[in-house]
């Protein structure tokens, strides 16, 4: 259980941390340096959007503004938020539901993005892979430097974090300070869904994973174990009017 008593003492002390360092007008007596006060800002956003996706720390840096999705349940006609992820790893893109949530989230980055403007402003991103840099568009992790917009690059929010973690003050078993990598929140999605019961070849397709297998793989075994549930999830059987495999969480 400490693996998860950690991860959610985290999200606390990042929440408070975030909250301590934001202030509430530029120059405010006691505020921190506006360094400070973006860093915390940003560390509080990428783990929330990370820990309520499960998604890919490259594919949170390239959503924008144009990755929200009305969609109309057929049923009810009630419209749905979802969120459009972008192809990555696996070129393959995805829809994901927007909790309250995580909807509450993103709409404190895109007030802080826009800085009281009507629209966002249009940054570009240098792919290192591909060695080229994307057309202009309303990314919603882009910060101010200077006189101009930038894109959020994953160094800065390795910096983010480490910053966030060492004012928390949160240690490890050996009172050394804790070290979360982005990555880390995408298992701790994981291991909470298949706690709470989803379905392995559900968070699978979440997750944005060929295999159940690779899913299976960043759940940790010993936390659904300690909280009452089998971690051993076992193949139903093979049918011929359904998907080749069935995957249940038995507890």
Same mark, same amino acid.
């Given at each position: 259980m400490r693996g998860q008593l950690t991860a959610t003492a985290v999200h606390v002390r990042l929440q408070k941390v975030g909250t301590d360092d934001h202030p509430g007008k530029p120059g405010a007596p006691g505020s921190p340096p506006p360094a400070r006060s973006g860093r915390a800002f940003w560390a509080w956003a990428i783990?929330?959007?990370l820990r309520h996706t499960g998604m890919r720390i490259e594919? #949170?840096?390239?959503?924008?503004?144009?990755?929200?999705? #009305? =969609? +109309?349940?057929?049923?009810?006609g009630e419209i749905v938020p979802m969120l459009q992820v972008a192809p990555s790893k696996l070129d393959q893109e995805r829809l994901l539901l927007v909790s309250p949530e995580l909807g509450e989230v993103l709409t404190a980055i895109?007030? @802080?993005?826009? /800085?009281? +403007?009507q629209a *966002?402003?249009?940054?570009?991103?240098?792919?290192?892979?591909? @060695?080229?840099?994307? $057309?202009? *568009? !309303?990314?919603?992790? +882009?910060?101010?430097?200077?006189?101009?917009?930038?894109?959020?690059?994953?160094? =800065?929010?390795y910096t983010c974090l480490n910053d966030a973690l060492a004012a928390s003050g949160l240690t490890g078993p050996g009172n050394e300070q804790l070290r979360y990598m982005p990555h880390d929140f995408r298992r701790i999605f994981v291991t909470d869904a298949l706690r709470s019961g989803?379905?392995?070849?559900? $968070? #699978?397709?979440?997750?944005?994973? /060929?295999?159940?297998?690779?899913?299976?793989?960043? $759940?940790? $075994?010993?936390?659904?174990? +300690?909280?009452? #549930?089998?971690?051993?999830?076992?193949?139903?059987? @093979?049918?011929?009017?359904? !998907?080749? @495999?069935y995957y249940e969480l038995a507890f």
């Open positions: 783990v929330e959007v594919e #949170a840096l390239e959503l924008t503004h144009h990755s929200f999705v #009305a =969609y +109309q349940l057929p049923t009810t895109i007030h @802080r993005v826009r /800085r009281g +403007q *966002m402003p249009l940054v570009s991103v240098y792919d290192s892979l591909e @060695r080229l840099w994307s $057309a202009p *568009m !309303p990314f919603l992790f +882009q910060r101010r430097c200077g006189p101009e917009d930038r894109a959020i690059p994953r160094n =800065y929010i989803l379905p392995p070849h559900i $968070a #699978a397709r979440i997750c944005g994973h /060929r295999k159940v297998d690779t899913t299976l793989g960043y $759940a940790k $075994a010993r936390e659904l174990h +300690q909280t009452g #549930a089998k971690s051993q999830v076992t193949c139903l059987r @093979r049918r011929p009017d359904g !998907p080749q @495999r």
